[in-house]
T-cell receptor
Framework: DADVTQTPRNRITKTGKRIMLECSQTKGHDRMYWYRQDPGLGLRLIYYSFDVKDINKGEISDGYSVSRQAQAKFSLSLESAIPNQTALYFC?????????????FGPGTRLTVL | SQKIEQNSEALNIQEGKTATLTCNYTNYSPAYLQWYRQDPGRGPVFLLLIRENEKEKRKERLKVTFDTTLKQSLFHITASQPADSATYLCALLNTGGFKTIFGAGTRLFVKA
């Protein structure tokens, strides 16, 4: 089974709808992240969480909110989706005690807002 | 503002040759630099990390250099294979490793 899973994998929705993307991990990592990826712009950080009680805004948090329900679960919400939120969304985890500070990414969610 | 530049044009090389990808950055003093591989439709996968006080790091056919004066990293794949075809992302990390900035990546095509 995959260490970092995301649901759904694909989602098409309409402008104004509320959307939740979910992320779960079995790696036991304390840190979790949400990124969006757009062609030519690379990965941009939306929110990150160091533990259940520590949530921080990233580079592009406007229009998004998150919830860290447990160490293993980190969800991203779009309260009122708009077309420019169409993108590929990735969840990632890392271990604060890791030697290489590497992040482990989920398979991604492709979101289309019409 | 902090900026990472990777060659946006795809790199096409012949199998067996060495591929060299470039990562330049400005307005940042990273403690670490990482390289990731991303295949189409999948999340990035970590390859290598190099620290600010290291000049070079090797792993199998991969070699990374880090020049903090030039603010540049070079990523080399020797004896390239078609299976090396992917997008390669560089990432900069601050001390503590919690603030990571990713480049947009360079697409590599290795022809048989």
């Amino acid at each position: 089974d995959a260490d970092v899973t995301q649901t759904p994998r694909n989602r098409i929705t309409k402008t104004g709808k509320r959307i939740m993307l979910e992320c779960s991990q079995t790696k036991g990592h304390d840190r979790m992240y949400w990124y969006r990826q757009d062609p030519g712009l690379g990965l941009r950080l939306i929110y990150y969480s160091f533990d259940v009680k520590d949530i921080n805004k990233g580079e592009i948090s406007d229009g998004y909110s998150v919830s860290r329900q447990a160490q293993a679960k980190f969800s991203l919400s779009l309260e009122s989706a708009i077309p420019n939120q169409t993108a590929l969304y990735f969840c990632a985890t890392s271990d604060s005690t890791g030697v290489y500070n590497e992040q482990f990414f989920g398979p991604g969610t492709r979101l289309t807002v019409l | 503002s902090q900026k990472i530049e990777q060659n946006s044009e795809a790199l096409n090389i012949q199998e067996g040759k060495t591929a060299t990808l470039t990562c330049n950055y400005t307005n940042y003093s990273p403690a670490y630099l990482q390289w990731y591989r991303q295949d189409p439709g999948r999340g990035p996968v970590f390859l290598l990390l190099i620290r600010e006080n290291e000049k070079e790091k090797r792993k199998e056919r991969l070699k990374v250099t880090f020049d903090t004066t030039l603010k540049q990293s070079l990523f080399h794949i020797t004896a390239s294979q078609p299976a090396d075809s992917a997008t390669y992302l560089c990432a900069l990390l601050n001390t503590g490793g919690f603030k990571t900035i990713f480049g947009a990546g360079t697409r590599l095509f290795v022809k048989a």
